[in-house]
C-alpha cells in the first residue's frame, strides 16, 4: 500500500496530466502505423516510408527546440494547448494528401505541432512535484504513456483493416481531447518574475535564446548524457521503422505487428510501478548503463528470430531495458537543470529522441534494404553499447548524493 500511496498522493496536476496523456497515446495510430501506409495503402516503397519517419524526426526536433523555449518564456499550458490543437487540425487533412512531396510537407507540420507540447509537459510535472518524488511522477506518467500505447496497436490495427483514414480521424479526436483536459482542469505552473527581491529562483526572468543556448552548451556532463541518450534512442526508432518493415518482409502483415508491439505497452503497465520503486533503491548511473545494454541485446536478438511468438519473447527483453530507463532520463534531467532553463533542458532531451526518427530511421531503412537485417539488428548492439559508454563517461555525476536542483544564477 505504501508503494501504491506514492503514485496516488502526487499533486492533482500530475494526474490530469496523465489521464490525458493516456487518452491522447490510446489513438497515436498515424506514427505508429505511417511506414505500412505509405507502403502498402499507397504503395510508395520502403525507402520512402522511412524517410518520410526521418521527416517526422526532423520535425519533432524542430518541435523539442522550439517547444522547449516556448515553454519556458510564454507558458507551459499556452504550448500544450497550441500543439494539441494543432496537431488535430494537420491530421484532419493528412488522409487525404496524395502526392509524395505534399505528404512530407504535411508529415513535417504535424510532427512539429503535434510534438511541441512534451517539454511543456515535462517541466509541468518538474514544477509541481518535489525532487524527491520525481520519480514516481515520471513513472506514473510513463504508465499512462504505455497504457495508451498498449490499447493503440489493436484499435489502430483494426480500423486500418476498414479504412486506414480512419487512423488519422481517431487520431485527432483524441489530440483534441487531452487539449480539453487541460483547457478546463489545468493551470499555468511557470512562475512568472516579480518586483519582489526575496522572489526565488525559479521566478526568474527567463534567460534569452542565446544565453541559454550558451549555458546549456557549457554543461558538459548534460552534453554527454544526452549523446548517451541519442544513441540508445537511435536503438528504440527502430521499433517503429525498419521493425514492422521487417516482419512484412517475413509475411507478417500490420495486424500481426500491432499484436506484437502491444507487448511492450503490455509490459509497462503491468511492470513499470514495481520497477519504478526497485531502480529507486539502487544507484541510477549503475541502471540506466545496464538499461541500455539490455535494450541492445534485445534488439539485436530480433536477428534471430521468425515467428511471432518468438518476436513476442523479444519485445520482453528490450522492454525491460525501457522499463529501467523511463523513469531515470526525466528524473536525471531535472536534476542537473536550473530552475530557469528546465524546459530547455527537456527539450533538447526530446530532441535526442526526435534524432532517433531524423537519423536512426532513415538509416535503418537503408541498412536493412541494402544490406539485410543482420546488419540492421548487428548496428543496434553496438549503438547501444554507445549509449552505455557515454551514460558510464558521467557516471559519478549521475548518483544520487551528487546530483541537486540547480538555481538559475548559475547562469
Known amino acids: 500500500m505504501g508503494m501504491l500511496a506514492e503514485y496516488l498522493s502526487l499533486p492533482r496536476t500530475v494526474h490530469i496530466l496523465c489521464l490525458g496523456t493516456l487518452i491522447n497515446r490510446a489513438g497515436t495510430f498515424v506514427m505508429l502505423f505511417l511506414a505500412i501506409y505509405l507502403q502498402e495503402r499507397l504503395q510508395l516503397g520502403g525507402l520512402f516510408a522511412t524517410r518520410a519517419i526521418g521527416v517526422f524526426g526532423l520535425g519533432t526536433l524542430l518541435a523539442a527546440l522550439v517547444g522547449g523555449h516556448l515553454a519556458d518564456t510564454i507558458g507551459r499550458k499556452t504550448v500544450i494547448l497550441l500543439s494539441l490543437f494543432g496537431g488535430a487540425s494537420v491530421l484532419t487533412v493528412f488522409g487525404s494528401i496524395r502526392n ?33 518524488r520525481r520519480p514516481h511522477a515520471y513513472g506514473l506518467m510513463y504508465i499512462a504513456i504505455n497504457v495508451g500505447a498498449a490499447i ?9 483493416t476498414h479504412a486506414f483514414e480512419y ?7 483524441t489530440s483534441a ?40 552548451l557549457g554543461d558538459a556532463v548534460f552534453i554527454r548524457f544526452c549523446l548517451g541518450t541519442l544513441f540508445l534512442s537511435f536503438v528504440f526508432m527502430q521499433s517503429m521503422s525498419t521493425f514492422p518493415l521487417y516482419l512484412g518482409h517475413l509475411s507478417i502483415g500490420p495486424d500481426v505487428y500491432g499484436r506484437i508491439i502491444a507487448v511492450n505497452g503490455l509490459l509497462v503497465v503491468l ?52 522499463l529501467m530507463q523511463a523513469p531515470l532520463v526525466p528524473t536525471i534531467v531535472s536534476d542537473l537543470s536550473p530552475p530557469a532553463l528546465r524546459a530547455r533542458y527537456f527539450g533538447l532531451v526530446s530532441m535526442c529522441f526526435s534524432g532517433g526518427n531524423l537519423i536512426a530511421a532513415p538509416i535503418g531503412g537503408w541498412v536493412l534494404v541494402r544490406y539485410g537485417s543482420n546488419w540492421l539488428w ?21 548518483t544520487p548524493h551528487r546530483t541537486h536542483e540547480r538555481g538559475g544564477s548559475d547562469l
Request: charged share 10%.
Open 100 to 132: 509524395p512531396t505534399a505528404i512530407l510537407g504535411a508529415v513535417l507540420l504535424f510532427a512539429f505541432l503535434a510534438e511541441m507540447y512534451r517539454p511543456a509537459v515535462s517541466a509541468m510535472i518538474s514544477d509541481v512535484v518535489e525532487v524527491e
Open 152 to 160: 493503440a496497436p489493436f484499435v489502430g490495427g483494426m480500423l486500418a
Open 167 to 173: 487512423l488519422f480521424w481517431g487520431d485527432a479526436a
Open 177 to 216: 481531447a487531452y487539449a480539453l483536459i487541460i483547457a478546463l482542469s489545468v493551470p499555468e505552473t511557470l512562475r512568472r518574475p516579480t518586483r519582489d527581491s526575496n522572489q526565488p529562483h525559479d521566478a526568474e526572468a527567463a534567460p534569452s535564446a542565446r544565453a541559454a543556448l550558451r549555458h546549456i
Open 271 to 322: 511492470f513499470q510501478v514495481p520497477m519504478t520503486h526497485l531502480v529507486s533503491q539502487f544507484n541510477r548511473a549503475n541502471v540506466i548503463v545496464l538499461a541500455a545494454l539490455v535494450t541492445g541485446i534485445g534488439f539485436g536478438l530480433n536477428g534471430l528470430a521468425s515467428t511471432p511468438t518468438v518476436f513476442a519473447v523479444i519485445v520482453v527483453v528490450w522492454t525491460a531495458g525501457e
Open 378 to 398: 548487428g548496428g543496434c548492439i553496438l549503438t547501444a553499447l554507445c549509449s552505455a559508454v557515454f551514460y558510464l563517461s558521467i557516471h559519478r555525476r549521475l
